[in-house]
């Protein structure tokens, strides 16, 4: 649908270069929260049952291959294109999100069966809530991006207001405040939002389990893409962290 998108031919801050900076970075804190985790069975394995020992290394052996698919990817088609002056497409994107994706859900599912197996301190169970916390955040900014900017960048909108004289539009994905306010004080829509709104529109989102407020958002895929997000961040509050604070206390 959308493969064709030619990021360097798009106005100014659609770069996706800082965006994946922010995976890989994603990606480290997934590989470095995996060693963890691989610590923790390690502990208690001759006493657990055999289905738990199984769920996890089958879990390892899926973050592997994952990870391997990742690093080819990025090694053997990103980093040379970039050596070339290349924009990685927007396929490259998409499937490089997708496995980190699939790493963090991974980790995230290893993580809730490690702390009903195991004796975890209440600063282990801490620091890999911040762990996981960072990476899904980050993971979903790259998301968030993905979904959002290249197409309405590209002109491929949601709504188009022919009743309109200035041919006002409304984006398929997160409406901003800042647009809402140019559209009714200004009558345009030539506001595009960049990195530190969707860097801000991530991390309220991660804290709120819920759009920020001012924000909108347009379409089924963004929604679907929010509620994975905030069951995620559910999983990640309530189910680690209380058990962190209950450990503590």
């Known amino acids: 649908m959308a493969d064709e998108i030619d990021y360097r031919e798009c106005p100014g801050g659609i770069s996706p270069w800082p965006y994946l900076v922010a995976l890989v970075v994603a990606l480290l804190l997934s590989v470095g929260l995996r060693l963890r985790i691989i610590e923790h069975v390690l502990r208690v394995q001759h006493s657990s049952h055999w289905m738990m020992v199984l769920i996890q ?14 690093c080819g990817l990025f090694l053997l088609r990103v980093i040379p294109g970039c050596r070339r002056g290349e924009v990685p497409s927007r396929m490259q994107l998409g499937l490089l999100v997708q496995l980190a994706s699939g790493m963090g859900a991974a980790n995230l599912l290893s ?28 993971i979903f900014l790259f998301w968030y991006w993905f979904v959002d900017n290249p197409l309405r960048r590209s002109g491929l909108l949601w709504e188009q207001q022919q009743a309109d004289p200035v ?10 405040p800042e647009e809402t306010l140019e559209r009714e004080v200004l009558r345009s829509d030539r506001w595009q939002p960049g990195f530190v709104d969707y860097v801000y529109f991530s991390i ?9 407020e001012g924000h909108l958002l347009v379409g089924r895929p963004i929604k679907l893409l929010h509620i994975a ?11 680690i962290l209380a058990r962190a604070i209950n450990t503590l206390a």
Request: with cysteine.
């Open 229 to 239: 997000h905030s069951l995620a961040m559910i999983t990640v509050f309530i189910v």
């Open 204 to 212: 309220l989102s991660s804290n709120c389990f819920g759009p920020p």
């Open 167 to 176: 041919g006002l539009s409304t984006p398929y994905g997160i409406v901003f």
């Open 111 to 138: 993580e809730n069966l490690a702390i009903y197996r195991e004796n975890l301190s209440s600063y282990t169970l801490l620091t890999d809530a911040f762990m996981l916390y960072l990476s899904i955040s980050l």
């Open 57 to 70: 290394r089958s879990l390892l052996v899926l973050f592997a291959a994952l990870l391997l698919a990742f």
